[in-house]
């Protein structure tokens, strides 16, 4: 049974930086495309970023440039890095994985979802 635990959400001010962990079980992290998501009040679920088994990464145009997604293969861990955070970030954040090999940003694709970690950025 897969099983994805984010953490590392919380509340800072804009211009500050988080970073989020999604630790995996029952799925090998790097093997297939893993990526964050993230939904805000009101909005869909959009994708954030992906990195796929050979750490070929994708950012939304929102955040390019602001945040970095990782993963560690020994720990089964994926990473995400965000800096410059924006009050537009607040947002519950996913972590996801997929059986799909290529780095994706389409909600379908993915099989398997996190429980989420809150990101709050006040102005």
């Known amino acids: 049974q897969v099983q994805l635990v984010e953490s590392g959400g919380g509340s800072v001010q804009a211009g500050g930086s988080l970073r989020l962990s999604c630790t995996a079980s029952g799925y090998n992290v790097g093997t297939y495309s893993v990526g964050w998501f993230r939904q805000a009040p009101g909005k869909k679920r959009e994708g954030v970023a992906a990195i796929d088994a050979y750490a070929g990464t994708i950012y939304a145009d929102p955040v390019k440039g602001r945040f970095t997604i990782s993963q560690d293969k020994a720990k089964n861990t994926l990473y995400l890095e965000m800096n410059s955070l924006k009050p537009e970030d607040t947002a519950m954040y996913y972590c996801?994985?997929?059986?799909?090999?290529?780095?994706?940003?389409?909600?379908?694709?993915?099989?398997?979802w996190g429980q989420g970690t809150q990101v709050t950025v006040s102005s």
């Open positions: 996801a994985a997929t059986r799909w090999p290529f780095r994706t940003l389409y909600n379908d694709k993915y099989n398997y």
